[in-house]
Nanobody
Framework: QVQLVESGGGQVQAGGSLRLSCAAS????????LGWFRQAPGKEREFVAA????????YNADSVKGRFTISRDNAKNTVYLQMNSLNPEDTAVYYC??????????????????WGQGTQVTVSS
C-alpha cells in the first residue's frame, strides 16, 4: 500500500511557473513508478507525465512537451512536476499516481493503482 500526497498547486498568471510535489509513503514506496494526471472541469482525467521507479525513463504528453518536466528524488520518496510557460488550458486538478515498478513508463489511468487527493492549478490569462 502506498500513500501519495500532492502539494505545490496554486494560482499563477499565464507564462508563469509552478512546481508540484508528490510525497510517497508506505511499503517500498521508492520502488513505484509514478505519474501525473490532470482533470479540468467537465473533462476526463488525462495523462500528463510519467517516470519509472529508477527515474531512467520519462514520458510526457504532447500537450506539455517542452514545458513540463517530471523528476524524482528517491531519497526523499518524492516526485516533482516542474511546469513552465503555463497557459489557461493547463488549469486543472493535478493528481499523482503510483503503480508497481516497471522499466517502462505508463500513460493510462488503468495502469495505476494508487492516487493522491489532487492539487488545484489555476492559470489566469
Amino acid at each position: 500500500q502506498v500513500q501519495l500526497v500532492e502539494s505545490g498547486g496554486g494560482q499563477v498568471q499565464a507564462g508563469g511557473s509552478l512546481r508540484l510535489s508528490c510525497a510517497a509513503s508506505g511499503r517500498a514506496s521508492s520502488t513505484y513508478n509514478l505519474g501525473w494526471f490532470r482533470q479540468a472541469p467537465g473533462k476526463e482525467r488525462e495523462f500528463v507525465a510519467a517516470i519509472t521507479w529508477r527515474g531512467g525513463t520519462t514520458y510526457n504528453a504532447d500537450s506539455v512537451k517542452g514545458r513540463f518536466t517530471i523528476s524524482r528524488d528517491n531519497a526523499k520518496n518524492t516526485v516533482y512536476l516542474q511546469m513552465n510557460s503555463l497557459n489557461p488550458e493547463d488549469t486543472a486538478v493535478y493528481y499523482c499516481a503510483g503503480r508497481t515498478a516497471s522499466l517502462r513508463a505508463f500513460t493510462s489511468i488503468d495502469d495505476y493503482n494508487y492516487w493522491g487527493q489532487g492539487t488545484q492549478v489555476t492559470v489566469s490569462s
